[in-house]
Protein backbone atom coordinates (compact mmCIF):
# COMPACT_ATOMS: atom_id res chain seq x y z
CA UNK A 1 0.00 0.00 0.00
CA UNK A 2 1.03 3.75 -0.80
CA UNK A 3 -0.23 6.98 -0.29
CA UNK A 4 0.57 9.73 -2.76
CA UNK A 5 -0.64 14.02 -1.76
CA UNK A 6 -0.33 15.73 -4.18
CA UNK A 7 0.50 20.24 -3.29
CA UNK A 8 1.12 22.46 -4.81
CA UNK A 9 -1.82 23.82 -7.30
CA UNK A 10 -3.55 27.05 -7.33
CA UNK A 11 -4.95 29.80 -9.60
CA UNK A 12 -2.14 31.58 -11.81
CA UNK A 13 -2.29 34.23 -15.13
CA UNK A 14 -1.27 32.79 -18.20
CA UNK A 15 2.63 32.84 -18.48
CA UNK A 16 3.25 32.34 -15.16
CA UNK A 17 4.47 29.38 -13.21
CA UNK A 18 3.71 26.63 -10.35
CA UNK A 19 5.40 23.88 -8.95
CA UNK A 20 3.31 20.72 -8.05
CA UNK A 21 4.82 18.10 -5.54
CA UNK A 22 4.25 14.66 -4.75
CA UNK A 23 4.82 13.02 -1.80
CA UNK A 24 4.98 9.17 -1.39
CA UNK A 25 4.44 7.53 2.02
CA UNK A 26 6.21 4.80 1.05
CA UNK A 27 9.86 3.25 1.39
CA UNK A 28 12.00 2.11 -1.55
CA UNK A 29 9.88 4.95 -3.23
CA UNK A 30 13.41 5.42 -5.24
CA UNK A 31 12.96 2.32 -7.18
CA UNK A 32 9.73 3.20 -8.74
CA UNK A 33 8.54 5.00 -11.55
CA UNK A 34 6.21 7.55 -10.77
CA UNK A 35 4.52 9.67 -13.05
CA UNK A 36 1.98 13.41 -13.07
CA UNK A 37 -1.04 13.18 -15.18
CA UNK A 38 -4.60 15.81 -16.10
CA UNK A 39 -7.52 15.95 -16.50
CA UNK A 40 -9.40 18.51 -17.41
CA UNK A 41 -13.64 19.13 -17.80
CA UNK A 42 -15.06 16.41 -19.69
CA UNK A 43 -11.82 15.05 -21.17
CA UNK A 44 -9.95 11.53 -20.17
CA UNK A 45 -6.78 11.84 -17.75
CA UNK A 46 -3.48 12.32 -19.93
CA UNK A 47 0.04 11.46 -19.31
CA UNK A 48 1.71 14.64 -18.51
CA UNK A 49 5.04 13.43 -17.65
CA UNK A 50 7.36 10.65 -16.26
CA UNK A 51 10.07 9.42 -14.45
CA UNK A 52 11.76 6.18 -14.39
CA UNK A 53 13.57 4.98 -11.26
CA UNK A 54 16.89 6.10 -12.51
CA UNK A 55 15.85 9.58 -13.83
CA UNK A 56 15.38 9.06 -17.18
CA UNK A 57 12.11 11.34 -18.16
CA UNK A 58 9.31 12.00 -20.82
CA UNK A 59 6.71 14.08 -21.75
CA UNK A 60 3.63 14.87 -23.45
CA UNK A 61 4.32 17.05 -26.56
CA UNK A 62 2.06 20.00 -25.56
CA UNK A 63 4.54 20.14 -22.54
CA UNK A 64 7.57 19.54 -23.75
CA UNK A 65 10.26 22.48 -22.93
CA UNK A 66 7.55 24.13 -20.71
CA UNK A 67 7.12 21.68 -17.98
CA UNK A 68 10.34 19.64 -16.22
CA UNK A 69 9.83 16.57 -13.90
CA UNK A 70 12.15 15.42 -10.89
CA UNK A 71 12.26 13.64 -7.99
CA UNK A 72 14.13 13.39 -4.71
CA UNK A 73 14.05 10.00 -3.63
CA UNK A 74 15.00 11.07 -0.12
CA UNK A 75 12.02 12.96 0.01
CA UNK A 76 10.20 10.35 -1.29
CA UNK A 77 8.73 13.34 -3.76
CA UNK A 78 8.72 13.96 -7.10
CA UNK A 79 8.08 17.47 -8.58
CA UNK A 80 6.12 18.92 -12.06
CA UNK A 81 7.69 22.19 -12.45
CA UNK A 82 5.23 24.07 -14.81
CA UNK A 83 6.13 27.15 -16.27
CA UNK A 84 4.48 29.31 -19.49
CA UNK A 85 1.63 27.86 -18.36
CA UNK A 86 -1.73 28.13 -21.03
CA UNK A 87 -5.05 27.91 -20.14
CA UNK A 88 -5.65 24.76 -21.69
CA UNK A 89 -2.96 23.59 -19.08
CA UNK A 90 -6.08 24.00 -16.51
CA UNK A 91 -6.79 20.52 -15.14
CA UNK A 92 -6.82 18.82 -12.25
CA UNK A 93 -3.65 17.08 -11.67
CA UNK A 94 -2.47 13.53 -10.40
CA UNK A 95 0.38 11.93 -9.62
CA UNK A 96 0.53 8.14 -10.11
CA UNK A 97 2.79 5.04 -9.00
CA UNK A 98 2.35 1.45 -9.92
CA UNK A 99 3.54 -0.95 -7.96
CA UNK A 100 3.26 -4.64 -8.70
CA UNK A 101 1.15 -4.18 -11.58
CA UNK A 102 -0.94 -2.07 -9.20
CA UNK A 103 -1.75 1.26 -9.61
CA UNK A 104 -2.19 4.32 -7.03
CA UNK A 105 -3.30 7.66 -7.46
CA UNK A 106 -3.18 10.77 -5.08
CA UNK A 107 -6.01 12.70 -4.76
CA UNK A 108 -5.05 15.45 -7.29
CA UNK A 109 -4.80 19.15 -7.14
CA UNK A 110 -6.36 22.06 -9.18
CA UNK A 111 -4.39 23.88 -11.94
CA UNK A 112 -6.15 27.04 -13.23
CA UNK A 113 -4.78 29.17 -15.45
CA UNK A 114 -6.52 32.21 -16.02
CA UNK A 115 -6.53 36.21 -16.22
Known amino acids: QVQLVESGGGLVQPGGSLRLSCVAS????????MGWYRQAPGKQRELVAV???????NYADSVKGRFTISRDNAKNTVYLQMNSLRPEDTAVYYC?????????WGQGTQVTVSS
Open 51 to 57: ITGGGRT
Open 26 to 33: RNSFSIYD
Open 96 to 104: KVTIASLPY
